[in-house]
Structures are given as C-alpha cells and as structure tokens.
C-alpha cells in the first residue's frame, strides 16, 4: 500500500484560462480536485511542494491528503500540464476518493536480482516489456510497484504476470491473457554469429554455378541409344573388319 502523502493548499474562487494565468502570475500552480460526486474544488499549490512529488517515481500511484485552511481532501493524482519550452508545472487534476470507490492506477514495473540472472552474465539485453501495469483496486490497497525477480533467467526466456506476486487487494485490468513483463534478448554478435552459420554451411553444400568437373572425371557416357546433343559431331564409326 503506497504512504498517504501530505500537500497544502489554497482555495481559488474563479475557474477557466484567465485565472489559472492569473494564478501562476502570482508564483502558485493552479489545481482542481474533482469526483466523488462533489463539486469540484478549485485550488493553488506551492509549486517547489508539489513538484518534489510530482517527480518521484510512482506519482500517480500515490495517495494525497490535500490540506486546505485545516480540511484535508483523499486525492489521488491524475494529469499534469508542463510548459512544453520551461517543463514549469502549469496544472494538476487531483481525483478525490471514498473508501468504497475502485480506482484504476498505473503501477511500476520494478526489476530485481539482474546479478543474478545468467542471461545478462552472458551479454543479454533486458528488454522491459512493460514498465507499468494498469490495475483496479481500492484507495487503501494501492500497490507502490510490481518487483520482477530475474534470477536465473537465461538469454531467450521470459517473465509473465502469471510468474509474479501480485499486490494483495489489486486486480490487472488485463486478465484474459498472460501478458510479457521482461525478456533477455541475444546480443548482437550472438545474432551475427548464429545468422551467419546457417548461411555458410548452405554455400558450402551448393556446387558453384558454371563450375567445371573436377580434374581427371570422366564425363558421363550417353544413355545407350539416346541421339547426339544437337550440333555434337558424330562418335566416330568402330573400323570393320576384313
């Protein structure tokens, strides 16, 4: 279950683009907290506060109590609104939760034990198929990561959600198949070299075209009473005897 994180903020009294421009002027970051079937709450944040969170991994995993003048809002973040030449945060949509709401939450994919994997000892690539996994749960059973152990994973396996421990309490929203976590692919000279061994032991078994017959071998004797190839000279006739 993730930590329940504390935040403040300000109320905003005015919604739409010329307050929110009106706010980040003042130095705050402009937010909404909606859901729960409540109205939704217009607030502003300290943007150094809020971008220490918004920063760590998981952020949208993470439970927030939203403090404003001493009453404290369950949120669970939603989207975040970057400036696209500054990255300065510019708006945050928080979803508020109830004990009995199901959320859906993008969990990360956390590897474990690479030392321990004989794929990567030998030069495998990791390749992570899914750095998250979207999953339905509860607020208060909200997993923090989902840790995949690569002990004793070789250059070719796999690791698929059925092999891992799933938080208690969350459901994959995937469940009809048994989806790929991480695999340990060749590397590159690996691929090279098995490439290139089919292939040669194919040229070598081909005779080259054109070639001519091996020196000393006899060419082979025309079928008995088949006719000369067309322009051939005649075999000459055996002399008779007088």
Do not use: W
Not at 12 to 29: F, I, P
């Amino acid at each position: 279950m993730s930590a329940v994180q504390s935040v403040s903020a300000e109320a905003r009294d005015r919604a739409g683009k010329g307050a929110a421009r009106a706010t980040r002027r003042t130095g705050r970051v402009p937010a909404v907290i909606y859901g729960d079937k409540k109205e939704p709450t217009l607030i502003s944040l300290d943007p150094k506060e809020i971008d220490r969170h918004i920063h760590k991994k998981g952020f949208f995993a993470t439970l927030l109590d939203i403090d404003i003048a001493g009453k404290k809002h369950r949120v669970l973040p939603r989207d975040v609104q970057f400036d696209v030449v500054t990255d300065r945060t510019l708006h945050v949509d928080f979803q508020r939760v109830g004990k009995d709401t199901k959320i859906h939450v993008n969990v990360p994919v956390v590897v474990r034990n690479e030392a321990a994997a004989p794929g990567i000892k030998r030069g495998g690539v990791l390749n992570l198929v899914r750095h998250e996994i979207e999953f339905i749960c509860s607020p208060d059973h909200i997993p923090q990561m989902v840790e995949v152990d690569l002990t004793g994973l070789d250059i070719g396996g796999s690791i698929h959600i059925s092999s891992v421990k799933l938080p208690e309490g969350a459901t994959p929203t995937i469940r009809e198949r048994d989806f790929t976590l991480v695999t340990i692919g060749a590397p590159s000279g690996m691929k090279a070299d098995a490439e290139a061994t089919p292939a040669a032991g194919a040229a070598a078994a081909a005779p080259a075209a054109g070639a001519a017959p091996a020196k000393g071998a006899a060419a082979a004797a025309p079928a008995k009473g088949a006719a000369p190839a067309k322009g051939a000279a005649p075999a000459a006739a055996a002399p008779k005897k007088k």
